[in-house]
Structures are given as C-alpha cells and as structure tokens.
C-alpha cells in the first residue's frame, strides 16, 4: 500500500516480475474436474395441519358424546329436507340429479355410533375440499333387528343439524334409493 498525497493509502499495481512470477507458478494447473456423485437431497415433508386437525378431533369427539338420539319421534317425511328460506327448486335438481356426485361415503356394515362419526369426518373433509354434491349410503336396514332402518333416521337427522348440508333427497333407486341420501352442501 502507498500513501498519496493527501495520505488516503492506494493499492499498488502489480510490478511486471509479480505478474511473471504468478504466470509461472500456474503454468500446467487445470481446473479440478466434477465429482462424480449426486449431493443427498430429500424432499420436505409436508406440513402437518395440527390446527385442523385438532379442530376435526373434538368435533368428532363432541359428536361422539352425544350418544345415541333420545329422539325416537317419526319424522312425518324424512325422505328430503330443505334449509329455511331456499327455493324448493333445489330439491327437484337435486333428486334429479342436476348436480354431479363428486364423492360418496358407504356406511355398510358400521353400526350407529361409528356410522355416525364416520359421516361427520366425511361432511367435514367434503367441506375442507370445496366439494358441493355427495352421496351417503347408510343401507335399507334389512340386516338390523327387527329390519328396522336404524342409520336411515340416525344420519338423516344428523345431516338436518349439520349448517353445512343445505338440502338432501332420498335419489332414484339407479342412485340407491331409500337406501341412500343425495346432499347438497354449502360452497
């Protein structure tokens, strides 16, 4: 380093000996060649939702605690229903079915409580997913004692005080008839 005059200090320029010097000293260096192997990488995992997760837990739990319905009253028509203050239109479209059936859930073979809890984890994957038509078959309760339809009434009126289905017909017998519930749920 040299100090110019007003004392700032300046590099110095490479004397032409340091440039030969250097020159000769790399003469017959070549660049290191690649390595041949692949560094290790692993793809992240994907983020857990624990939040929702959670949320999902206790409303199954909740839903689980209620235990079975105290409710026995015959419903006068429990083959549709409609949520106050939308147009009956939606039921002819739905039984109809004007709306395509994105997913279905088969309750065959699950008793009240676990037909129960599993339409609940559906209904609430159907809405996490955006999805607006479903089916639900919970069976004609042919193989129940006294072939008395148990989960027909159970569901169905689980499915009235759920706030997301905004409609349900029993379907055509081509789309399960009695023995499945067609749901229109909110967007």
């Known amino acids: 380093m040299r100090k110019t005059a007003r004392g700032f200090a300046r590099?110095?320029?490479?004397q032409p000996d340091d440039v030969e010097l250097f020159r000769a000293e790399m003469?017959?260096?070549r660049p290191a060649a690649p390595v041949n192997r692949v560094e290790p990488w692993r793809?992240?995992?994907?983020?857990?939702?624990t939040?929702?997760?959670?949320?999902?837990?206790?409303?199954?739990?909740?839903?689980?605690r209620l235990g079975p319905d105290g409710d026995d009253t015959e419903l006068e028509d429990d083959s549709l229903f409609l949520r106050p203050g939308l147009p009956r239109e939606i039921l002819r479209k739905l039984k109809r079915t004007h709306w395509v059936i994105q997913e279905q859930l088969d309750l065959h073979g699950l008793t009240a409580e676990p037909a129960a809890i599993e339409t609940a984890a559906f209904l609430a994957d159907c809405k996490r997913r955006g999805l607006r038509c479903v089916r639900i078959i919970?069976?004609?309760g042919l193989g129940s004692r006294?072939?008395?339809p148990v989960l027909k009434r159970r569901i169905r009126r689980l499915l009235m005080r759920r706030d997301e289905v905004l409609a349900f017909v029993?379907?055509?017998?081509?789309?399960?008839?009695?023995?499945?519930?067609?749901?229109l749920l909110e967007a």
């Open 170 to 183: 029993e379907p055509h017998a081509i789309h399960g008839g009695g023995g499945a519930v067609v749901v």
């Open 11 to 14: 590099a110095a320029s490479p």
């Open 27 to 29: 003469r017959g260096v």
């Open 51 to 64: 939040q929702r997760l959670r949320d999902e837990r206790a409303v199954l739990d909740e839903l689980a």
């Open 146 to 148: 006294g072939r008395e």
């Open 138 to 140: 919970h069976g004609k």
């Open 43 to 49: 793809p992240r995992p994907s983020p857990v939702p």
